[in-house]
C-alpha cells in the first residue's frame, strides 16, 4: 500500500508550491502554469489529465527539472530544483527521475543495450552494461539489444525507453503519453510494464493520459484546466483530446 498517509504528505517525493510559469516572449508570452500547489506521497501513482493546452506537460517538464519555475518552489526527492546549476540539474535527473516520452527519444546510432547503458555510464555506475541487459531482459527484449532503433517496432522501441528510465532505478518516473503512438493492444502491454516497474520498485509515478481506463489505475487523478488543478478525486472522465 501506497503511503498517501499525513506523513506522506508531509515528506512528499515531490512538493509543489506556488509555481508559476510563462513561456515566450514580449506580447507572444504565455502563462502556461498558475498557483500550482502539488503534493504527491512516495510511492504513489498520479495520473494527470486534463484538455489539450491546459499545462500537463508543462508540469512534468517543470517536475523533472526540465523547465525552471517563474516563481513558487519545486521540491523533488528533497531536492529544491530552483536552487541548482544546469550541470547540477543534470546530475539529479541522472540519478533521481526517468522519463518516457511519447515519442521514444533513443539515439539511432546506437543499440537498444547501449541506448540503456549510456545513462548508467553517466551516472557513474560501472556494471552498466550488465544493468541494461537485466533491464531490457524484463521488457521481454535479451533478444533485441544489438538491435539499432530502426530494427524496431514502435513498441520495442517504447519498451526500450521504459527500460532506459527504470535502469537508474528512479525515485521518480515520468511518463508522457507513452502510448501515444502505439496500437492499442501494444499500448496495454507498455501501460502493464510501466505499472509492474513502479509497483516493483516503489516508485513515484506521474502519467499523463487522456485515457479514462489508464488514469483509473493510477492511486489519485489530478485534473488541470488553463494551467490551473481543478480538481484531484480519486476518479474522474478524463476528456477526450481537443
Same mark, same amino acid.
Do not use: W
Given at each position: 500500500?501506497? !503511503?498517501?498517509?499525513?506523513?506522506?504528505?508531509?515528506? =512528499?517525493?515531490?512538493? #509543489?508550491?506556488?509555481?508559476?510559469?510563462?513561456?515566450?516572449?514580449?506580447?507572444?508570452?504565455?502563462?502556461?502554469?498558475?498557483?500550482?500547489?502539488?503534493?504527491?506521497?512516495?510511492?504513489?501513482?498520479?495520473?494527470?489529465?486534463? =484538455?489539450?493546452?491546459?499545462?500537463?506537460?508543462?508540469?512534468?517538464?517543470?517536475?523533472?527539472? #526540465?523547465?525552471?519555475?517563474?516563481?513558487?518552489? &519545486?521540491?523533488?526527492?528533497?531536492?529544491?530544483?530552483? %536552487?541548482?546549476? *544546469? !550541470?547540477? +540539474?543534470?546530475?539529479?535527473?541522472?540519478?533521481?527521475?526517468? /522519463?518516457?516520452?511519447?515519442?521514444?527519444?533513443? /539515439? =539511432?546510432?546506437? %543499440?537498444?543495450? *547501449?541506448?540503456?547503458?549510456? =545513462?548508467?555510464? #553517466?551516472?557513474?555506475?560501472?556494471?552498466?552494461?550488465?544493468?541494461?541487459?537485466?533491464?531490457?531482459?524484463?521488457?521481454?527484449?535479451?533478444?533485441?539489444?544489438?538491435?539499432? @532503433?530502426?530494427? #524496431?517496432?514502435?513498441?520495442?522501441?517504447?519498451?526500450?525507453?521504459?527500460?532506459?528510465?527504470?535502469?537508474?532505478?528512479?525515485?521518480? $518516473?515520468?511518463?508522457? *503519453?507513452?502510448?501515444?503512438?502505439? !496500437? *492499442?493492444?501494444?499500448?496495454?502491454? /507498455?501501460?502493464? +510494464?510501466?505499472?509492474?516497474?513502479?509497483?516493483?520498485?516503489?516508485?513515484?509515478?506521474?502519467?499523463? %493520459?487522456?485515457?479514462?481506463?489508464?488514469?483509473?489505475?493510477?492511486?489519485?487523478?489530478?485534473? $488541470?484546466?488553463?494551467?490551473?488543478?481543478? %480538481?484531484? @478525486?480519486?476518479? &474522474?472522465?478524463?476528456?477526450?483530446?481537443?
Amino acid at each position: 500500500m501506497h !503511503d498517501t498517509s499525513a506523513s506522506g504528505r508531509l515528506d =512528499p517525493a515531490i512538493a #509543489l508550491s506556488g509555481v508559476n510559469l510563462s513561456l515566450g516572449r514580449g506580447a507572444a508570452r504565455v502563462h502556461i502554469l498558475k498557483d500550482i500547489d502539488l503534493h504527491i506521497g512516495r510511492g504513489e501513482a498520479i495520473g494527470l489529465v486534463g =484538455p489539450s493546452g491546459s499545462g500537463k506537460s508543462t508540469l512534468l517538464m517543470v517536475t523533472a527539472g #526540465l523547465e525552471r519555475a517563474d516563481t513558487g518552489s &519545486v521540491v523533488v526527492a528533497g531536492e529544491a530544483l530552483g %536552487t541548482l546549476s *544546469e !550541470d547540477a +540539474l543534470a546530475r539529479f535527473r541522472g540519478r533521481n527521475v526517468g /522519463i518516457v516520452f511519447q515519442s521514444f527519444h533513443l /539515439i =539511432p546510432t546506437m %543499440t537498444a543495450l *547501449e541506448n540503456i547503458a549510456v =545513462p548508467l555510464e #553517466l551516472a557513474g555506475l560501472g556494471d552498466a552494461h550488465e544493468r541494461a541487459a537485466r533491464e531490457l531482459a524484463a521488457v521481454g527484449l535479451s533478444e533485441r539489444q544489438h538491435h539499432y @532503433p530502426a530494427e #524496431l517496432s514502435g513498441g520495442e522501441q517504447q519498451r526500450v525507453a521504459l527500460a532506459r528510465a527504470l535502469a537508474p532505478n528512479p525515485a521518480i $518516473l515520468i511518463a508522457d *503519453e507513452p502510448t501515444g503512438n502505439l !496500437d *492499442e493492444a501494444t499500448g496495454a502491454e /507498455i501501460i502493464d +510494464l510501466l505499472f509492474a516497474g513502479h509497483a516493483q520498485r516503489g516508485t513515484t509515478l506521474v502519467l499523463v %493520459t487522456y485515457d479514462a481506463a489508464l488514469a483509473s489505475r493510477c492511486d489519485r487523478v489530478v485534473r $488541470l484546466r488553463s494551467g490551473r488543478i481543478e %480538481t484531484a @478525486p480519486k476518479r &474522474v472522465e478524463v476528456e477526450a483530446q481537443s
